[in-house]
């Protein structure tokens, strides 16, 4: 199977750096995205390099869209294509709806919602051109349910699910699919602030009765790239245990 061009947001860590090792060990070429996470970013990319694997980063805020035009460019004047796009990128924000300020909900839309749209636009046109590629797109069962508390990170994964869907019939007939996931309670960064009886809590709610691996998410994302996905678009994948039905 000829090696593929993987476009990762949000690959430094967690589900994001699960689908970098899961990529580049299938072996195609991967270049992720990371905001932050610079350090462990050049660490993930000089042991996978190490292990004789192709990948490369950009450090990038995915809720500028200069900055993901430009590199979306430097990626394309590399390798000359993207095969395969993974928005991963997002952050979170508990509290109470009406405490949330107006700079933090503008940046949890511009992370969780606007980077997807950004990325999306700029990396559709040459895949309308090929005639080919897959888009998966990472939101929450939070976006599927709603969560209180996480009022505002319901609102922008719900609606990553709505422009999965719409997109997916848009481009459908130029080749193009665009999935979704939704993970539930998996062993991230972002869950592991939890106390250990609110970890058991929800391991106990969920029907396999544990919590979720970030390989295991990494998985269902590499299914809906892939050939075995080639018939399946805008849908929406669970990956919570059983946790939301």
């Not at 200069?66 to 979170?92: C, E, F, P, W």
Request: proline share 2%; aromatic share 4%; charged share 20%.
């Amino acid at each position: 199977m000829a090696r593929k061009v993987v476009l990762i947001t949000g690959g430094s860590r967690g589900i994001g750096e699960a689908c970098v090792r899961l990529f580049a060990q299938k072996g195609d070429t991967v270049v992720f995205f990371c905001r932050n996470q610079v350090e462990k970013a050049e660490a993930l990319t000089r042991e996978l390099r190490q292990a004789g694997m192709d990948v490369a980063f950009h450090q990038v805020d995915v809720s500028d869209s200069q900055q993901v035009r430009q590199a979306v460019k430097k990626v394309l004047d590399t390798y000359h294509h993207i095969d395969v796009l993974v928005n991963n990128a997002g952050i979170s924000h508990v509290g109470l709806m009406t405490d949330m300020t107006d700079e933090e909900w503008q940046t949890l839309l511009g992370v969780n919602i606007s980077g997807v749209f950004y990325a999306c636009r700029e990396v559709l046109p040459g895949m309308i051109s090929r005639r080919s590629g897959a888009i998966v797109n990472v939101s929450s069962m939070w976006g599927e349910v709603g969560a209180s508390c996480e009022v505002a990170y319901s609102a922008t994964k719900a609606a990553v699910i709505g422009l999965t869907k719409a997109l997916a019939k848009e481009v459908g007939p130029s080749g193009v699919r665009v999935n979704c996931i939704t993970p539930g309670v998996i062993d991230t960064d972002m869950n592991r602030a939890l106390t250990a009886e609110d970890r058991a809590a929800l391991a106990d709610e969920t029907p396999l009765c544990r919590i979720g691996t970030p390989e295991e998410t990494a998985r269902a994302v590499a299914f809906l790239a892939g050939e075995d996905a080639a018939f399946i678009t805008g849908q929406v994948l669970g990956v919570s245990g059983g946790l939301v039905i």
